[in-house]
């Protein structure tokens, strides 16, 4: 979003049967050649102006309507000192004129005033025009736009009904909610906002484009959260996926009015999915660091309904978790193929996605590796006591798992000191203690890969 415009002082001058437009500027005295054109790109309330008075645009104005237009100057090389004019009064009685101005107006880009609140009554049908001044050069005012002052909010909150799952009860899934959302008896409910989290997101409003023209937002664009009914104080039905394939559901809905004002209250409607997660099956038995064949199959609940076209793998607890997308054969099945990594194991969680959308459960599945080195000694046997002070002893260090290049090891909690693998992928170590008593030697191994394993503690004590 863009604010191109400067900062300009909004002025108001009040409800007035005539205009009194020779105090709004000055002449400079360079003045320019050209004469100030009609506004263009007019808004009210960030929403497009509408020309026709039997479809006014319907805003809320508890602060206020800002009233917009660009104004122009037919000599583009000037920059005469512009102001715009806007004047408006209730389509009732147009009599009642209130008059505003933004004095420090520059050609080209969104001149604006703000009508105030205290100006514009509820249910109020208003018109109103804008003019471009220089010094006392006047344009034509713009044809007359027209909105409706709506500051009342849907008094109850929507229906909220479904033909096929069955509220606070277990319902199998598979297939799309259908909700049918109903105004509730409110005659301007124009249509309305749901979502499975509350609180759900503002409607409407505007981006700010170029030279400071607003881009309304028609939230009813955004088909996730908003519908809108089939006739004003009417219905809507959606169909939607629910954001967990099992457990628990909440649909949260609120009505709209005309002006986007939200319904006073929400409705929610709750109801439960069973569990329909895909088979995860390893086709070998895994092995650390090494690839890994999985069967997975559909649920026959879920692909009886709408066939399954593909799963979502991920992996945690690895070198680097991941999510994968495998596509489904024509039976709904498919197969995996994945490197586990984790040095203490690793968890694969599984989803599947069928034709029409509906995402299942996750099915988790996990393996725990041992990458834990075996440490030996022939003088200091683990848990045991032997040698003494002085007496040098030999370690070994033998790997659990494939491509070991190092050990790393400490012996109590001292400096680390990294060996490489010999022959086997062992390693021997000599080691003499200074002092008898209990001992600990942590020893860790690190792969090819860079991959440090889990580390593991031999205590021992020396007589």
Same mark, same amino acid.
């Given at each position: 979003?863009?604010?191109?415009?400067?900062?300009?002082?909004?002025?108001?001058?009040?409800?007035?049967?005539?205009?009194?437009?020779?105090?709004?500027?000055?002449?400079?005295?360079?003045?320019?050649?050209?004469?100030?054109?009609?506004?263009?790109?007019?808004?009210?309330a960030y929403s497009?102006?509408?020309?026709?008075?039997?479809?006014?645009?319907?805003?809320?104005?508890?602060?206020?309507?800002?009233?917009?237009?660009?104004?122009?100057?037919?000599?583009?090389?000037?920059?005469?000192?512009?102001?715009?004019?806007?004047?408006?009064?209730?389509?009732?009685?147009?009599?009642?004129?209130?008059?505003?101005?933004?004095?420090?107006?520059?050609?080209?880009?969104?001149?604006?005033?703000?009508?105030?609140?205290?100006?514009?009554?509820?249910?109020?049908?208003?018109?109103?025009?804008?003019?471009?001044?220089?010094?006392?050069?006047a344009s034509d005012?713009?044809?007359?736009?027209?909105?409706?002052?709506?500051?009342?909010?849907?008094?109850?909150?929507?229906?909220?009904?479904?033909?096929?799952?069955?509220?606070?009860?277990?319902?199998?899934?598979?297939?799309?909610?259908?909700?049918?959302?109903?105004?509730?008896?409110?005659? =301007?409910?124009?249509?309305?906002?749901?979502?499975?989290?509350?609180?759900?997101?503002?409607?409407?409003?505007?981006?700010?484009?170029?030279?400071?023209?607003?881009?309304?937002?028609?939230?009813?664009?955004?088909?996730?959260?908003?519908?809108?009914?089939?006739?004003?104080?009417?219905?809507?039905?959606?169909?939607?996926?629910?954001?967990?394939?099992?457990?628990?559901?909440?649909?949260?809905?609120? #009505?709209?009015?005309?002006?986007?004002?939200?319904?006073?209250?929400?409705?929610?409607?709750?109801?439960?999915?069973?569990?329909?997660?895909?088979?995860?099956? !390893?086709?070998?038995? !895994?092995?650390?660091?090494?690839?890994?064949?999985?069967?997975?199959?559909?649920?026959?609940?879920?692909?009886?309904? #709408?066939?399954?076209?593909?799963?979502?793998?991920?992996?945690?607890?690895?070198?680097?978790?991941?999510?994968?997308?495998?596509?489904?054969?024509?039976?709904?099945?498919?197969?995996?193929?994945?490197t586990l990594d984790?040095?203490?194991?690793?968890?694969?969680?599984?989803?599947?996605?069928?034709?029409?959308?509906?995402?299942?459960?996750?099915?988790?599945?996990?393996?725990?590796?041992?990458?834990? !080195?075996?440490?030996?000694?022939?003088?200091?046997?683990?848990?045991? #006591?032997?040698?003494?002070?002085?007496?040098?002893?030999?370690?070994?260090?033998?790997?659990?798992?494939?491509?070991?290049?190092?050990?790393?090891?400490?012996?109590?909690?001292?400096?680390?000191?990294?060996?490489?693998?010999?022959?086997?992928?062992?390693?021997?170590?000599?080691?003499?203690?200074?002092?008898?008593?209990?001992?600990?030697? =942590?020893?860790?191994?690190?792969?090819?890969?860079?991959?440090?394993?889990?580390?593991? =503690?031999?205590?021992?004590?020396?007589?």
């Amino acid at each position: 979003m863009t604010m191109s415009w400067r900062a300009r002082t909004r002025v108001a001058l009040g409800a007035t049967g005539a205009l009194c437009l020779a105090l709004l500027a000055t002449p400079r005295a360079d003045a320019a050649t050209g004469t100030p054109t009609t506004p263009t790109d007019l808004f009210n309330a960030y929403s497009t102006c509408s020309h026709d008075p039997d479809a006014p645009v319907y805003v809320w104005a508890g602060s206020g309507v800002d009233l917009e237009g660009v104004p122009g100057y037919t000599d583009p090389d000037a920059t005469p000192r512009l102001s715009e004019q806007f004047k408006l009064w209730p389509v009732a009685d147009p009599t009642q004129v209130t008059s505003l101005s933004d004095q420090y107006a520059t050609a080209g880009f969104e001149a604006w005033a703000t009508a105030p609140a205290s100006a514009l009554t509820d249910g109020q049908t208003y018109a109103w025009q804008a003019q471009t001044l220089a010094g006392t050069d006047a344009s034509d005012w713009s044809a007359p736009c027209y909105f409706t002052v709506d500051n009342t909010r849907p008094s109850v909150p929507p229906t909220v009904t479904s033909a096929n799952y069955a509220e606070n009860q277990t319902n199998q899934g598979g297939e799309p909610v259908q909700f049918t959302f109903g105004a509730n008896g409110v005659s =301007d409910v124009g249509g309305f906002e749901f979502g499975w989290m509350n609180p759900l997101p503002v409607a409407g409003g505007a981006n700010i484009g170029d030279h400071g023209i607003p881009q309304p937002i028609d939230p009813y664009a955004d088909t996730r959260y908003f519908v809108r009914a089939d006739s004003l104080g009417g219905s809507a039905t959606v169909n939607l996926i629910p954001p967990s394939g099992s457990g628990p559901a909440t649909l949260y809905v609120i #009505s709209l009015d005309r002006a986007l004002d939200r319904s006073i209250d929400e409705t929610s409607y709750s109801f439960f999915l069973a569990s329909h997660a895909p088979t995860v099956t !390893p086709v070998e038995k !895994p092995q650390f660091d090494r690839p890994t064949t999985f069967d997975l199959t559909p649920d026959p609940v879920l692909q009886a309904k #709408s066939p399954v076209v593909s799963y979502s793998v991920k992996t945690t607890g690895g070198q680097n978790d991941r999510t994968v997308q495998v596509p489904a054969s024509a039976d709904g099945s498919a197969t995996a193929k994945l490197t586990l990594d984790g040095a203490d194991g690793e968890w694969v969680q599984v989803s599947s996605t069928s034709a029409n959308g509906w995402v299942s459960a996750e099915q988790w599945w996990n393996v725990v590796f041992d990458t834990t !080195p075996t440490v030996g000694s022939d003088v200091y046997a683990e848990n045991a #006591s032997g040698g003494g002070v002085g007496v040098p002893g030999a370690f070994t260090f033998t790997p659990k798992v494939k491509n070991v290049v190092s050990y790393t090891y400490s012996f109590d909690w001292g400096t680390p000191v990294t060996v490489k693998a010999e022959a086997g992928r062992t390693a021997h170590i000599t080691w003499t203690p200074a002092n008898d008593g209990f001992h600990d030697l =942590d020893v860790y191994a690190t792969t090819k890969d860079g991959i440090q394993l889990t580390a593991y =503690d031999y205590y021992f004590t020396v007589n």
